[in-house]
């Protein structure tokens, strides 16, 4: 699950944005000076195991340090799959029951102390033992639903054998997950899932991670990555700063790509990098700064060579989604893409207050949805860098349908206050706030953070609750503990967001699945008819028939409400012109490899490198 963007103070937002361009050095960088691509992101990691982390942060090092068998082509638009550590595409058999996938023969992990010296050749068990590290319940895993979904013979019957403190047996014949030979193995499913190959481009879920390194560093796993991936992890300060540097028994792999022919963008790209050998930088340094007004500063001023435009800073840096003219004269270029996510309210469907499924409790939420100006937030707060949702389903993945229209997105407060009114939340005590139908205070709690995009979504809240008369406080956790709470079904509300990692958009139909109750379902939403869709579905190829089941899944969501959709957010990237390559691929979360940096266009504008 994906932390929302956060927005930092807007106070010298246009003094910032004025500053000058330093004065061009007259000296240049030497041909030996190391490329340093330069980072900066607003939300914390967690840590670096594949198997345990969920957030986006972590993700971005573990892909780039571990592989799956495969990744997604970095300049195609729509996205194309191909092979990375895999000879060729999976053969497909059995009416997408059997996925047969052969690894490249000669591919090393990094150097460790684990491997006594000698080089570790990667093998197909080394991407079997992921999985099964995935369904292993002692990590706690949350990508254990999604392989749980896809119904690989005998996992889940070998994690019920690990229950109750019994260590999971890696060592268990697995019918679904058969290593043949050394560098074939095989997964076999126990419905037909045509969607399922997208799962081998997740390093989290089918990444290469060898036995003994988890063995020896178990208890330390989450900050000892080992892969086979183009860098490794150098340095970590928790929650400030991750360098990753050059792995230097990465492969020979090179440059080149597939871009549609009418991607002028790309196909420059291609024609400038196409056979450069890969990474083409020797090191990454990821700053985490999570205040917006800072991480703006440290872009204007060279310290960062990208950075998504912080939302205050919005109208002064890409007004109408053009770069401002003072930007554009130094040579900094935009990219404005829709991302394939949702912005999320969860109501928790186990809470006395806001859950149940009793008519009152549905006119509650229904209402609080109705009397909830989405619009607003994208003017006030989002800067116009939202578009309204229709649906739990993003753009840019299979079940998006642009022509589907709900009461999601609606605003209507007189329709809000007399759904109140009709089932009894009404003001008894003349204070201007409601009570509940049984006379006993009505006060919702919100989960937040500390950071200004958090406070200025609290005005928000409170100005449309209050709108409709209903009371509400703010609890500020950080992050990572409102995460946990929300899986523990400890939280009456929170705003979050998810981004796609595959074209598949099950993930987002997951969010009502009961059995996802614990991992991406925060909602805690349980029917019986969601269900039995949401399992139909996913047997389906994408067409007719599975884009109808889809729709009536979207409409339970409207009827129920256990989740107000808000939107689905524009990113608006700005890089320097040193930066050479960047795109924002929709669901690639390992672009490091494929950009470049001219280092001495750097230190002429920065006067260093």
């Not at 003072?326 to 109501?347: C, M, Q, S, W, Y």
Request: hydrophobic share 40%; charged share 25%; with cysteine.
């Amino acid at each position: 699950m994906r932390r929302r963007a956060l927005l930092g103070g807007a106070a010298g937002g246009a003094a910032a944005l004025a500053l000058g361009t330093p004065a061009l050095s007259a000296s240049s960088a030497a041909p030996s000076t190391p490329k340093v691509f330069r980072w900066a992101i607003n939300f914390a990691e967690t840590g670096f195991d594949p198997a345990q982390i969920f957030d986006l942060a972590s993700n971005y090092v573990v892909s780039h340090v571990f592989e799956s068998p495969l990744q997604y082509d970095y300049l195609a638009r729509p996205a194309i799959i191909r092979p990375r550590t895999a000879a060729a595409m999976p053969v497909v058999a059995d009416d997408f029951r059997t996925f047969t996938l052969r690894v490249k023969p000669g591919i090393f992990f990094q150097d460790d102390p684990v491997f006594g010296g000698k080089p570790r050749e990667l093998v197909a068990a080394d991407h079997v033992y992921q999985m099964k590290r995935v369904a292993d319940p002692r990590w706690k895993s949350p990508l254990w639903p999604g392989l749980e979904g896809a119904q690989i013979l005998g996992l889940a019957e070998a994690r019920k054998a690990a229950a109750g403190g019994v260590r999971f047996d890696y060592d268990r014949e697995i019918d679904g997950l058969r290593v043949l030979d050394r560098y074939t193995f095989q997964v076999r499913l126990a419905e037909p899932n045509p969607r399922f190959a997208e799962l081998f481009t997740d390093a989290r879920a089918t990444g290469a991670v060898a036995r003994e390194v988890v063995e020896a560093y178990e208890k330390d796993i989450m900050a000892k990555p080992v892969g086979t991936g183009p860098f490794r992890l150098a340095s970590w300060t928790r929650a400030s700063r991750i360098v990753l540097e050059r792995n230097p028994t990465f492969r020979d792999e090179f440059y080149d790509g597939q871009p549609a022919p009418d991607d002028a963008r790309a196909q420059a790209t291609l024609a400038r990098l196409k056979g450069r050998k890969l990474p083409m930088v020797d090191r990454v340094e990821l700053s985490i700064i999570e205040e917006s007004q800072p991480r703006w500063l440290a872009f204007l001023n060279g310290q960062q060579d990208t950075v998504n435009v912080p939302l205050e800073f919005i109208n002064l840096a890409v007004p109408n989604g053009q770069v401002a003219p003072a930007l554009a004269k130094k040579g900094i270029e935009l990219e404005r893409v829709i991302n394939p996510d949702v912005a999320i309210t969860f109501f928790n469907m186990d809470d006395p207050v806001v859950g149940g499924y009793a008519p009152e409790k549905v006119a509650l939420r229904r209402a609080i949805s109705l009397g909830y100006n989405v619009h607003e937030e994208i003017e006030l707060v989002r800067r116009g860098s939202m578009m309204p949702a229709q649906s739990q389903v993003p753009p840019l993945t299979d079940g998006y349908d642009p022509g589907f229209i709900s009461e999601m997105s609606q605003f209507d407060r007189a329709r809000a206050r007399a759904l109140l009114d009709t089932y009894g939340y009404v003001d008894r005590d003349g204070d201007g706030y409601r009570e509940n139908p049984d006379g006993s205070p009505l006060l919702l709690q919100i989960a937040t953070e500390t950071s200004q995009l958090d406070r200025a979504f609290n005005e928000l809240w409170k100005r449309q609750l209050d709108g409709i008369g209903i009371r509400v406080q703010f609890n500020a956790a950080q992050w990572p503990e409102n995460l946990k709470n929300a899986r523990a079904g400890k939280l009456m509300i929170w705003l979050l967001g998810n981004t796609a990692s595959v074209p598949d958009c099950d993930d987002f139909l997951a969010f009502g699945s009961s059995k996802n109750i614990g991992a991406s379902n925060f909602a805690r939403f349980r029917n019986a008819e969601y269900d039995r869709l949401y399992e139909a579905q996913g047997k389906l190829p994408n067409g007719s028939e599975r884009a109808a089941l889809i729709r009536e899944m979207k409409r339970l969501f409207v009827v129920w409400m256990p989740y107000k959709v808000h939107g689905h957010r524009f990113v608006n990237d700005v890089s320097h012109p040193w930066l050479i390559g960047y795109r924002r691929h929709p669901f690639a979360r390992d672009f490091f490899k494929w950009i470049d940096i001219d280092t001495e266009a750097r230190v002429q504008w920065t006067g260093k490198a």
